[in-house]
Nanobody, 118 residues
Framework: VQLQASGGGLVQAGESLRLSCAASGSISNFAIMGWYRQGPGKERELVALISNLGSTTYVDSVKGRFTIARDNAKNTLYLQMNRLKPEDTAVYYC?????????????WGQGTLVTVSS
């Protein structure tokens, strides 16, 4: 299975974007999927996770603004991002795994750039 992220772009602070991550095959076997981001000069960090049962986890900085969702029937992962801030500027990556997500052993998408202007 390959993952392809899309939906990034240039927006102003306070606006919204929805990222999508389309899989080339079934994501039903991915017990966990997630969105990560890497800002300029920063390490890649977790943004949000979602299990196959729908349980979600968010980094504190996006709680209440971002929503992760998955549609196993469409083999797609989503990230709805509202009230965007300049500090949300980053390349966003999607990932999936049968157990837990790791940098080297999980399935990763190619990334989509989100730029938030002040």
């Amino acid at each position: 299975v390959q993952l392809q992220a899309s939906g990034g772009g240039l927006v102003q602070a306070g606006e919204s974007l929805r990222l999508s991550c389309a899989a080339s095959g079934s994501i039903s076997n991915f017990a966990i999927m997630g969105w990560y981001r890497q800002g300029p000069g920063k390490e890649r960090e977790l943004v949000a996770l979602i299990s196959n049962l729908g349980s979600t986890t968010y980094v504190d900085s996006v709680k209440g603004r971002f929503t992760i969702a998955r549609d196993n029937a469409k083999n797609t992962l989503y990230l709805q991002m509202n009230r965007l801030k300049p500090e949300d500027t980053a390349v966003y990556y999607c990932a999936g795994d049968r157990t837990f997500i790791t940098k080297n052993n999980s399935i990763w998408g190619q990334g989509t750039l989100v730029t938030v202007s002040s």
